[in-house]
């Protein structure tokens, strides 16, 4: 079993910022891709940032300039730094990675438990 834990959801201010970390963690051989999905309440959930083993970095259009999403390979962590929030950003927010548990098996899309983010003032 892999497990996806993120933290770092809250209230903020427009204008304000937020980090968000979600480390991975249980039987894991190697993981291909890690990144960020949000979901609105009454919405679609969207991709928002991934960064992928040995691959570029890549972001939604809607948060380009303000989000930066990085990763710790070591520990098996990867980061989203939320800069210049706005209320259209308060989402429901959930890491995902596509992982590889063992040789031989191909990788396999793992979800985190979500982590809320709520622009307001």
């Known amino acids: 079993q892999v497990q996806l834990v993120e933290s770092g959801g809250g209230l903020v201010q427009p204008g304000g910022s937020l980090r968000l970390s979600c480390a991975a963690s249980?039987?894991?051989?190697?993981?291909?891709?890690l990144g960020w999905y949000r979901q609105a309440p009454g919405k679609q959930r969207e991709l928002v940032a991934t960064v992928p083993n040995g691959g570029t970095t890549t972001y939604a259009d809607s948060v380009k300039g303000r989000f930066t999403i990085s990763r710790d390979h070591a520990k098996n962590t990867v980061y989203l730094q939320m800069n210049s929030l706005n209320p259209e950003d308060t989402a429901a927010y959930y890491c995902?990675?596509?992982?590889?548990?063992?040789?031989?098996?191909?990788?396999?899309?793992?979800w985190g438990q979500g982590t809320q983010v709520t622009v307001s003032s």
């Open positions: 995902h990675g596509l992982i590889r548990t063992e040789a031989g098996r191909p990788p396999y899309s793992y």
């Open positions: 249980g039987t894991i051989f190697s993981i291909y891709t």
